[in-house]
């Protein structure tokens, strides 16, 4: 199998506070890890691709110092939304990449997150 | 750039009545082609990878055919089970993955 897990699968915070967002690789290792972001009825848009024990790469137009993201184990990377506002307000998913696993580029998907921001 | 183009939007089926759905893309040197399968609220279920025109792919109703210009998701009989949106993505030659919007496929019992 491979199955992702995100947690929370949602949350509401209030305007300037920071959330966490984790991911974990239940059955797999997972050397790197990929951040979307999702709005209603729009395709997946990458944000930052995780790789174990390294810095995240921010896709270009995404903020670094905003979205935190660390990847501290094979089986978990964590995305911190800091000095959240009404306009992060979105559905964040991670994916992750089997280690080892060649050529192959099948990205493995967690549930989701719906965070919203008052 | 990578893009990938997903029509139509949306499609509406009696259960039973089979259709396609259409991925086309342009893509420097494509490393591979994906199908997934989203239900509201939660996050993309991998289908099928394509990595060479001429490949097909099939799981119980859904086969997946791809051309150098585009791919095509069949849906064979479909039932209500098989509604959600079904999403399209493409790996360039610089290892990132462009997803298009999908098409929202709604089966009518």
């Known amino acids: 199998g491979a199955v992702v897990s995100q947690h929370p699968s949602w949350v509401i915070c209030k305007s300037g506070t920071s959330v966490k967002i984790e991911c974990r690789s239940l059955d797999f290792q997972a050397t790197t890890m990929f951040w979307y972001r999702q709005f209603p009825k729009q395709s997946l848009m990458l944000m930052a691709t995780s790789n174990e024990g390294s810095k995240a790469t921010y896709e270009q137009g995404v903020e670094k110092d905003k979205f935190l993201i660390n990847h501290a184990s094979l089986t978990l990377s964590t995305l911190t939304v800091t000095s959240a506002h009404p306009e992060d307000s979105s559905f964040y998913i991670c994916?992750?990449?089997?280690?080892?696993?060649?050529?192959?580029?099948?990205?493995?998907f967690g549930p989701g997150t719906r965070l919203t921001v008052t | 750039e990578d893009q990938v183009t997903q029509s139509p939007e949306a499609l509406r089926l009696q259960e039973g009545e089979s259709s396609s759905l259409n991925c086309s893309y342009t893509v420097s040197g494509l490393r591979g082609l994906f199908w997934y399968r989203q239900d509201p609220g939660k996050g993309p279920e991998f289908l099928f990878t394509?990595?060479?025109a001429g490949e097909e792919k099939e799981k119980e109703r859904l086969k997946a055919t791809l051309t150098k210009k585009e791919s095509f998701l069949h849906i064979t009989a479909p039932k209500p089970e098989d509604s959600a949106t079904y999403l399209c993505a493409v790996r360039g030659g610089y290892q990132k993955v462009t997803f298009g919007t999908g098409t929202k496929l709604q089966v009518i019992p």
């Open positions: 394509l990595y060479s």
């Open positions: 994916s992750a990449r089997k280690s080892a696993a060649g050529d192959s580029y099948e990205q493995y």
